[in-house]
């Protein structure tokens, strides 16, 4: 029999080998990553590449510009999280401080039935039933837009960002409610100075989870977006974020190709992208971790 320090030791052990697994998985994803995008560069300079406003990849001579790429991704997750941040934090504290336990019972585990749902089919909702809508209302040329995606990737966020925020929110400790409402503060000035505050941490952690899904969504924006590789004049124009030209182009580029490098080369910013975005969130996640209770 194991003794008491050498079970501790070999528990410690399995963790730190899957841990030790996970990071050793990413080092060699993002060394391949790396090592299929960087030739591209032997073509193009890195300026034309970021900056270049043309992606005509299979045209003589070929475009590598990816500015409207990168301009349609940052557009669509930007007005996704306009949309999901709102609505998920305030449906969370609606749950979490003022619906009825019967009601919260009831409406919590159809939030997070819908966190699961797959995105083909959120894609295939907003293709078909969204799209001819917005076509019609607004006498659009296509519903197939940078607007259409955006609403469909708030609707996969909203899940996500409600679920984690109501549990960070729930799980105040009740003195701390308590403690604010004996001092003569109302329920509403309790949950804005006191609860918001305390589960702040919890609250950016589930923005970070739905942004991030918003930011690395392929399916969706593949199938509403629109797939054209251009600035967008407005939120009704069509545009191609970068997941979606990887997804659509990948099969068709000739292995090694320049295509085929340039499609990798895609990959290293939107991880640089998402890499930034995730170490911004988390240094603001951390730095109100400790928050306490805000002056009534």
């Known amino acids: 029999m194991l003794s008491r320090k050498q079970k501790d030791n070999l528990i410690k052990g399995i963790f730190f080998g899957i841990a030790l697994v996970s990071v050793v998985i990413l080092g060699l994803i993002m060394f391949f990553l790396f090592k299929e995008g960087l030739p591209i560069f032997k073509y193009v300079s890195v300026k034309k590449f970021l900056f270049g406003n043309y992606w005509y990849p299979t045209s003589e001579p070929p475009d590598f510009g990816i500015f409207p790429l990168i301009v349609g991704s940052v557009l669509v997750t930007l007005l996704s999280s306009f949309i999901a941040v709102p609505l998920g934090i305030m449906t969370a504290i609606y749950l979490a401080e003022i619906a009825s336990p019967k009601l919260r019972n009831i409406v919590k585990p159809v939030v997070e039935l819908l966190a699961a749902m797959p995105s083909v089919v959120i894609g295939f909702f907003g293709?078909?039933?969204?799209?001819?809508?917005?076509?019609?209302?607004?006498d659009l040329a296509t519903g197939l837009n940078l607007f259409n995606a955006s609403l469909m990737l708030a609707f996969m966020s909203i899940p996500t960002i409600c679920s984690i925020s109501e549990d960070a929110i729930f799980s105040v400790p009740r003195e701390l409610k308590e403690g604010s409402l004996a001092l003569g503060a109302t329920h509403w000035q309790?949950?804005?100075?006191?609860?918001?505050?305390?589960?702040?941490?919890?609250?950016?952690?589930?923005?970070?989870?739905?942004?991030?899904?918003a930011i690395g969504e392929t399916m969706v924006v593949l199938m509403v977006a629109g797939g054209a590789a251009m600035i967008p004049e407005s939120i009704f124009d069509p545009v191609r974020p970068m997941p979606a030209s990887i997804a659509a182009e990948m099969a068709e580029a000739p292995f090694r190709s320049e295509?085929?490098?340039?499609?990798?080369?895609?990959?290293?910013?939107l991880f640089i992208f998402t890499l930034l975005f995730n170490m911004v969130a988390d240094h603001i996640s951390h730095k109100y971790r400790q928050v306490g209770v805000a002056t009534l």
């Open 127 to 138: 293709m078909v039933v969204v799209a001819p809508f917005l076509q019609d209302y607004f």
């Open 190 to 213: 309790t949950i804005v100075r006191v609860i918001i505050p305390a589960s702040l941490s919890g609250i950016i952690t589930s923005v970070i989870l739905g942004m991030s899904r």
């Open 259 to 269: 295509h085929y490098y340039a499609l990798f080369a895609i990959g290293i910013v």
